[in-house]
């Protein structure tokens, strides 16, 4: 069963097409790995499949639910505002830049949407909260505000956050990007536990090696579509492109 | 020693005036500011634009001739006689002071709201979305409290000016404390009063000035 199913997905900003007919299934427990060159349309891709950028044209189904599709008259409809809110409780999106509240601490920063979009109990969010952050080696932070922890930590919260809704799918926006190399391997270690307990995920991500370890499947982007995509397209490149990527690693 | 005593008993009364003029002002200017904020982001263009065109006005013509359109300009443009009028406890003169500085801050305070408003980074909201809290959960959880403790250094600014800006209200013949200073002083001949009435305005800055500095504090926890 694929939890992610994306058809020839077009996406322009103004008269610069960024996504240029991409297709891409994710299975139950898989991890996608998404490399490839800045402004290649990783990020527009994984933003899509999330509901932060709206596509002109395709269709996205997760966990089974359409997100939107384009009928047989071209037009490309969204599903409606409460499926809108069921689909997003079932996928999480981990940032770049983390983008926690830094007005809540990290308790709250997970909690806050179990309690008031998923009507959960004080206590029952708490307790998902705990076991998350425990989990993360998070645990005696709970009651830490976010300017306070490094980067590494703030991370492992917005995972943790991304985590509390028990999501089918968790996609990642380059989490690594704004980290230095040691803080780095914390999170790389905390994904790839993730997909020992088969977290189906979708990656973006510079880091090649982690890549090729961790994805079952990798894709190369380039230009607004899928140059090429396979097991081992970082060891053993197939096309042009994806080789001369491949040699500034 | 004697004037003095009734110097302080007359500005006292004022000062009821000055208080009313000021709570009554920030209790409907801050939210009618919040929502003159949210008409000036309008994506609708007609919106946008008559909200630009009203904080225009408001910032750009002074508070005492807005005063005294408030209060004259029913009767003069439309023949409303308002002015004997008793709204409720309140005089209509009184009713028209509020309404006056009500509008006239209210836009002060929409472009310090629009300003914090719009310093938030977008990855709050995109964050927000994707935890699939409704527009007005984002709103009033994640974004107004952090647009608090950025405009609040700006805020502090209005409220001390609106403290010394309830002198205005003489126009409309309010017995503030202002009016009450001057009358005092033509009477007695001395300028005892106005330095009265200076200390009873600092002093009153001067509490707003602690308050505002706790409330900012209390706000530290975050960066």
């Given at each position: 069963m694929n939890v992610l199913e994306m058809?020839?997905?077009?996406?322009?900003?103004?008269?610069l097409e960024v996504l240029k007919g991409i297709d891409l299934n994710v299975a139950k427990g898989e991890v996608v790995g998404i490399i490839g060159p800045s402004?290649?349309?990783?990020?527009?891709?994984?933003?899509?499949?999330?509901?932060?950028?709206?596509i002109d044209k395709g269709t996205i189904t997760i966990a089974?639910?359409?997100?939107?599709?384009?009928g047989e008259d071209g037009v490309t409809r969204y599903a409606d505002k409460k499926s809108l809110q069921e689909i997003r409780g079932k996928f999480g999106l981990v940032f770049q830049n983390f983008n926690l509240f830094p007005h809540f601490s990290v308790r709250r920063?997970?909690?806050?949407?179990?309690?008031?979009?998923?009507?959960k109990s004080k206590d029952e969010a708490d307790a998902i909260c705990d076991s998350l952050l425990k989990k993360l080696g998070m645990l005696e932070k709970a009651n830490a505000y976010p300017c306070n922890l490094s980067g590494?930590?703030?991370q492992r919260v917005s995972i943790a956050r991304a985590l509390a809704v028990n999501p089918d799918i968790l996609f990642f926006d380059e989490p690594t990007s704004a980290l230095d190399p040691e803080l780095t391997s914390g999170i790389l270690k905390v994904i790839r536990e993730l997909a020992e307990e088969h977290m189906t995920m979708v990656i973006v991500t510079h880091e090649m090696a982690f890549a090729r370890?961790?994805?079952d499947k990798l894709v190369f982007m380039d230009g607004g579509v899928i140059v090429e995509q396979g097991r081992d397209i970082i060891s053993n490149p197939q096309m042009e492109r994806t080789k001369e990527f491949l040699a500034g690693y | 020693m004697g004037d003095l005593q009734s110097t302080l008993t007359q500005l006292s009364s004022g000062l009821r005036f000055t208080l009313g003029i000021f709570f009554l002002t920030l209790i409907f200017s801050i939210p009618l500011g919040l929502l003159v904020a949210r008409g000036r982001m309008s994506k609708v263009r007609i919106i946008a634009g008559l909200v630009r065109i009203y904080i225009s006005v408001m910032r750009g013509t002074p508070l005492?001739?807005?005063?005294?359109?408030?209060?004259?300009?029913?009767?003069?443009?439309?023949?409303?006689?308002?002015?004997?009028?008793?709204?409720?406890?309140?005089?209509?003169?009184f009713v028209a002071t509020i309404i006056g500085f009500?509008?006239?801050?209210?836009?002060?305070?929409?472009?310090?709201?629009?300003?914090?408003?719009?310093?938030?980074?977008?990855?709050?909201?995109?964050?927000?979305?994707?935890?699939?809290?409704?527009?007005?959960?984002?709103?009033f959880r994640i974004i107004l409290p952090q647009v608090v403790k950025r405009v609040l250094p700006s805020v502090t600014n209005e409220v001390i000016t609106l403290v010394k800006d309830t002198s205005l209200a003489q126009v409309l013949a309010v017995t503030e404390m202002f009016t009450m200073a001057k009358n005092l002083a033509s009477a007695q001949v001395s300028v005892v009063p106005f330095i009265v009435a200076g200390v009873f305005y600092y002093v009153m800055n001067g509490i707003i000035e602690i308050i505002m500095n706790r409330a900012e504090k209390s706000m530290n926890y975050y960066s």
């Open positions: 058809k020839n997905i077009h996406k322009s900003f103004g008269s402004g290649g349309g990783k990020s527009t891709l994984l933003r899509c499949a999330t509901t932060l950028e709206q089974g639910d359409t997100l939107a599709s384009t920063n997970i909690t806050e949407s179990l309690i008031h979009v998923h009507k590494g930590q703030q370890d961790v994805a | 005492m001739l807005q005063l005294l359109l408030v209060y004259f300009g029913p009767y003069y443009i439309f023949g409303v006689k308002l002015a004997d009028l008793d709204i409720g406890p309140f005089k209509y003169r009500s509008l006239n801050y209210a836009a002060y305070f929409a472009e310090i709201f629009r300003g914090g408003i719009q310093s938030m980074p977008v990855g709050q909201y995109e964050a927000a979305q994707i935890l699939g809290f409704t527009k007005m959960q984002t709103y």
